[in-house]
């Protein structure tokens, strides 16, 4: 079975950055679109960026210009970014297929302080 392991998160200050990975347990980082998720408290789950497998990347209007998703298919690793972070980046966040779930890992969970 695929497993998911995020990891990088943590205690940022506003304005600060951190740099999120993805790790899976199988070589499909290279065949299926790949999105970040994230989920703060109280809230649904939301997709904050995507890459396609041909290397196409989309993001939500909230974290354009400040994330920046990306993938190493040798390592079956996808990546995200985050520059400019602001209180409300505040959640856990999960990586996951963009379409067709797989289950999903423990997440990482980012803290930004104003």
């Known amino acids: 079975q695929v497993q998911l392991v995020e990891s990088g998160g943590g205690l940022v200050q506003a304005g600060g950055s951190l740099r999120l990975s993805c790790a899976t347990s199988?070589?499909?980082?290279?065949?299926?679109?790949m999105g970040w998720y994230r989920q703060a408290p109280g809230k649904q789950r939301e997709l904050v960026a995507a890459?396609?497998?041909?290397?196409?990347?989309n993001y939500s209007d909230s974290v354009k210009g400040r994330f920046t998703i990306s993938r190493d298919n040798a390592k079956n690793t996808v990546y995200l970014q985050m520059n400019s972070l602001k209180p409300e980046d505040t959640a856990v966040y999960y990586c996951?297929?963009?379409?067709?779930?797989?289950?999903w890992g423990q997440g990482t969970q980012v803290t930004v302080s104003s």
């Open positions: 890459i396609t497998s041909t290397g196409s990347t």
């Open positions: 199988r070589s499909f980082v290279s065949i299926y679109a």
């Open positions: 996951n297929k963009l379409h067709g779930y797989i289950p």
